[in-house]
């Protein structure tokens, strides 16, 4: 990557951001062209390829970029210094909300991107992806209080399960070939409402 890039002001680098997250959210990675996404950011594709080398350094920097910015939001809401679980979760909704303004293809880039089987880049995303969410998963469960959960619940357990739960929905949205994120922030509500009634502790 040419370090150029970072010398644009921070408007032209959303919206190369951003074009790259609408072009590669609609299409494969082999169906996305480096000419479309430097029509959809203004540019040339000669410049676009100046700051990015290939097609897979740009989808790999946006990729790296999402939980960049994802940390960066969850750290502005302050969900890693919460000490119940669930109002770090809500926090965090709040805080993927105001990304989703600024970002609008993000979330579904990054679905998408998770289930990309293209063997040149697929590997790639997966290591970056058990890197972060191992680091997520580290700064989130570092202050919680485990007296907030009902007595002998295996919470290894129960990360799993809300793990597997979330990956699941994901992966339905995906195959519906629709990521609508007002009706995920509604699925989400629920399902955090639905947590707590299940693992808070009774007062």
């Not at 993927?96 to 609008?104: A, G, N, S, V």
Request: glycine residues 4%; contains cysteine; hydrophobic residues 40%.
């Amino acid at each position: 990557m040419n370090e150029k890039f970072f010398s644009l002001t921070a408007e032209k680098q959303q919206a190369i951001l951003n074009a790259g997250y609408r072009v590669f959210s609609q299409n494969s990675y082999k169906n996305s062209p480096m000419s479309e996404i430097a029509d959809a950011a203004g540019i040339s594709k000669s410049l676009l390829f100046h700051y990015f080398h290939n097609k897979k350094e740009l989808y790999m920097f946006l990729w790296n970029k999402c939980a960049e910015i994802t940390i960066k939001y969850l750290t502005k809401y302050d969900c890693y210094g919460q000490k119940n679980l669930f109002e770090s979760m809500e926090r965090g909704m709040r805080a993927k909300m105001e990304i989703i303004r600024l970002y609008p293809d993000m979330a579904k880039f990054t679905i998408k991107a998770f289930y990309e089987k293209d063997a040149e880049i697929s590997a790639a995303v997966q290591a970056s992806y058990q890197k972060y969410f191992k680091l997520k998963a580290k700064k989130t469960q570092v202050n919680l209080d485990p007296e907030q959960f009902v007595p002998g619940l295996d919470i290894p357990m129960m990360y799993r399960e809300m793990y597997w739960a979330s990956e699941g929905y994901l992966w339905e949205m995906v195959q519906r070939g629709n990521v609508d994120t007002e009706r995920m922030e509604k699925d989400f509500t629920k399902l955090i409402a639905f947590w707590k009634s299940v693992y808070l502790r009774k007062e």
